[in-house]
Each structure stands twice: as structure tokens, then as C-alpha cells.
């Protein structure tokens, strides 16, 4: 994601507490983005600190098959009593990507092991989940993408259910299933990041899933991003009251500490893989699987959210996103302004949309020089910051962004002058 022939040298950090990166130069730059949307609370918080200091001296990794251990067991117990009833099976991996590509092979394993089989899988335009083959093939096709093309298995997208539009992709989902052959629609629930924070109804939502149920469709609730938290509620799927028969989790699983991937299942999708038979197993191996360090962490960041008021920190995040949205309302380059949870988002008005907007380097130059790190999708700005952020360093990052929208305006208006 970075151009090298463009981007200066990238920036050395040293150590990182809190909201803060302590760069190796001596600034302070506030972490606007949660280092891409991983971190929950806060940088080398010292509970995670210390649970995987005190694993390492007692188990680092082990082999994950045919071998087990008491974090990674915990764990599996722990998110499974956090998430619906209906999700009774965890497989681990190493990342979001991984954590899609396990629900993908499981969905599409799943019918053939039934001897019913169904080979289509559906997901939303704009959905990004990653960038395994799998994982792009059912992202949108993008710039992203798009050199790889021809290798991407065919996936049909259904149109963003926009506000207003929501039923174009309600008949298009329900018109593909009666095709027949549907054998999961996946989809980042409520919000959809990489495509630029773009959010919609957790009715929509239930609509979807009810879809699936009616016509025997899995639904893989792809929880990467809007876990955790993100979105005002632990899982996004809460909000719609939906139980989706898989759910992949990573990035503020382990507080955005360690790196790990978790794939939630129902009962019915683990017995389909069960059997005497070996080539019915569910292979799917990454060395790294169930990581000891990982686990730990993980489980040190569930106790920070059971003994802190995490929760509460990030309606106060959210009830400052929505203060600011007020006053960016009212500025005539803004557009679109959104806030689901701990999540701030809007558009820049740009003759140029898309990914390869120039106003998204341009606010990341100016809000990085003023030590606010913010990452642009395009002419999309958006906050995501972890939940320990205080006002005053909230109140800097929106006082800052709007600076940098002051300076983008008067270098357009002497151009044009
Ligand atoms: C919704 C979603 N799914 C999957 C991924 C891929 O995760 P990772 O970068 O850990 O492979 C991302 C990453 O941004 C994501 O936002």
C-alpha cells in the first residue's frame, strides 16, 4: 500500500504508549487510525503487556494439531460465550485474510460434504477481505486488485445498499438465490472499511441474512474490522439481532497486539467435516495456528473489556464524533458525514473520487506533519482511534483535520486564481 517512488522515507517509531507513537526523531504523533484499525486499548497497554511477558516463559508456540494448551482453549471458550449461541466451533489462524479464506473453504466444504453442493459465493460490492487470492476474489474488484484479475474466482457482487436503495440489493440477492447453487453471501456487517467507512442498516443486515435462512445460504459475517467494539456494539451483528453461521474475527482480537485469525462456526458446519473418513478433514493449516503469544494476549484484552468500561468509553468517542460532525456539517467541501460507534467518516468534495483521489495524500501530509496520523481511502477521511483516546487529543485531531481542509481550499482557490 505505500509507493515508494512517491513516499518519502517512512517514519521510525521507536515505542508506543496509549494513543501515542513515540518516533525515534522525538515527536509525539496521536494514532488516529489505531494502526489500521487493530488496536482496541491503546498501545502496549500493561495488562497485555504482562499476560504475554508471563507466557513466554511458559509456552511461546506449539504445534496446533493433535496438540493443545490452556490460552488457546480459554480463549476459544471465552469468544465463544461473547458471540451467538448458534457460533459453537473456533478455528484459528494468523490474520484477517486467513481468518476469510478458512470461512470460505468451510462454507463451500461444507455443501459438498453434505453431497448437496453449491460452488457460488455472493458478497457486496465494495467489500474488501483482504488480499489472499480467496480474500480478493470475493473483495470488490478494484485498483487493488485489478492486476490480478484473471486469477480471482468469479464471485457476484450485489450493488452497496445505499440508503434509500436498499431494496436493488435485496432483489438482486433474492433473484441469484433462486438461481440456485448460493452457497454463502459474505459481507463486513454495518460498515464496510476499506471501501471508505461506508455504512448501512442493520435492517439491511437482517434482510440479508433472512435471505440466506429462507434459501439455505451461509452467512459469513466477516467481523475483521467491525469487531471488537468498532461499531458501538461487541460484534456488528448484534446490532441487526442476527446469528450468522460464520464469523471471522482478527485485528482487536488480541487488542491489536499479536497478530491473529479466528473463524466462529456453527455446530452443523464442524459435524459436515467430522468423520472416520480422513479426506473429509478440514485441511487448513498456518504454522502459527493457535500461537500461544497470541492467545494470551487476546485474553488479557477480554479482561480489559470485563474490568474496564470500555464500552462506555466508546459511546463517549462516539458522542464526540457526532459533536464534530455538527460543525463539519456546516463546511461546503464536506459530504456524507457518518458515525457508527468509534467511528468518524466523510467525504471531501473532489473532482476526482476513488482511491486515487489526490486529497487523500494531501490531508495525510498535512495531518502527519502536524503529528495526527490519519489514512485517507481516497477523498474519504475517516477517525478510528483506539478507545483510551482522551477529548483533548480527540478535540486536536478534528481542530487539526479541519485546518488541513482550510489549507486544501485556499491552495485550490490560488490555483484557479
Ligand atoms: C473487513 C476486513 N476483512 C479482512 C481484512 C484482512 O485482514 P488482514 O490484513 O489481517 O489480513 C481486513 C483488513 O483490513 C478487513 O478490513
Request: glycine fraction near 8%; proline fraction near 4%; include cysteine.
Amino acid at each position: 500500500m505505500t509507493q515508494h517512488a512517491l513516499l518519502p522515507d517512512s517514519i521510525h517509531v521507536e515505542r508506543a504508549e496509549g494513543a501515542y507513537l513515540h518516533t525515534k526523531d522525538g515527536r509525539k504523533i496521536i494514532d488516529g487510525i489505531s494502526s489500521w484499525w487493530v488496536n482496541t486499548h491503546g498501545h502496549c497497554h500493561p495488562k497485555i503487556v504482562k499476560a504475554v511477558q508471563a507466557q513466554a516463559e511458559k509456552l511461546e508456540q506449539v504445534v496446533f494439531a493433535g496438540f493443545t494448551h490452556e490460552p488457546a482453549e480459554e480463549l476459544a471458550k471465552k469468544l465463544l460465550r461473547l458471540s451467538d449461541p448458534s457460533l459453537e466451533f473456533v478455528f484459528y489462524s494468523d490474520s484477517g485474510s486467513t481468518a476469510v479464506e478458512v470461512a470460505l473453504k468451510m462454507a463451500i466444504g461444507y455443501f459438498e460434504h453434505e453431497s448437496t453442493p453449491r460452488r457460488k459465493i455472493v458478497a457486496l460490492e465494495g467489500g474488501y477481505h483482504g488480499d489472499t487470492f480467496g480474500a480478493m476474489s470475493a473483495g470488490s474488484r478494484s485498483v487493488f486488485n485489478k492486476l490480478y484479475e484473471p486469477y480471482l474466482f468469479d464471485v457476484e457482487h450485489l450493488p452497496f445498499p445505499f440508503e434509500g436503495r436498499e431494496f436493488q440489493t435485496l432483489e438482486k440477492f433474492e433473484s441469484i438465490l433462486r438461481g440456485g447453487d448460493v452457497a454463502a453471501l459474505i459481507v463486513e456487517p454495518l460498515v464496510q472499511g476499506a471501501s471508505g467507512m461506508r455504512i448501512y442498516t442493520p435492517e439491511t443486515l437482517k434482510a440479508l441474512h433472512d435471505l440466506c435462512r429462507a434459501h439455505g445460504a451461509l452467512l459469513i459475517a466477516d467481523e475483521v474490522m467491525t469487531g471488537f467494539g468498532r461499531t458501538g456494539s461487541m460484534f456488528a451483528c448484534e446490532q441487526a439481532g442476527i446469528a450468522p453461521d460464520l464469523m471471522c474475527l482478527s485485528k482487536g482480537l488480541t487488542g491489536g497486539f499479536l497478530p491473529m485469525g479466528a473463524t466462529l462456526a456453527t455446530k452443523e458446519i464442524y459435524t459436515a467435516f467430522y468423520d472416520t473418513d480422513r479426506s473429509k478433514t478440514f485441511f487448513h493449516s498456518t504454522s502459527f495456528t493457535g500461537n500461544a503469544l497470541a492467545c494470551a494476549a487476546a485474553l488479557a484484552s477480554l479482561e480489559i473489556w470485563a474490568t474496564e468500561p470500555v464500552m462506555s468509553n466508546i459511546r463517549s468517542i462516539e458522542q464526540a464524533h457526532e459533536k464534530a460532525a455538527g460543525w463539519f456539517y456546516a463546511r461546503p467541501d464536506v459530504a456524507a458525514l457518518r458515525v457508527q460507534g468509534s467511528i468518524f467518516a466523510m467525504d471531501i468534495k473532489d473532482e476526482t473520487q476513488g482511491y486515487l483521489s489526490e486529497i487523500g495524500p494531501q490531508i495525510y501530509d498535512f495531518m502527519i506533519e502536524n503529528d495526527v496520523l490519519l489514512r485517507p481511502v481516497g477523498n474519504t477521511v475517516y477517525i478510528l482511534p483506539p478507545y483510551c483516546i482522551t477529548s483533548e487529543d480527540l478535540e486536536n485531531i478534528y481542530e487539526t483535520l479541519w485546518r488541513a481542509l482550510d489549507h486544501i481550499r485556499d491552495e485550490r482557490e490560488q490555483r484557479a486564481a
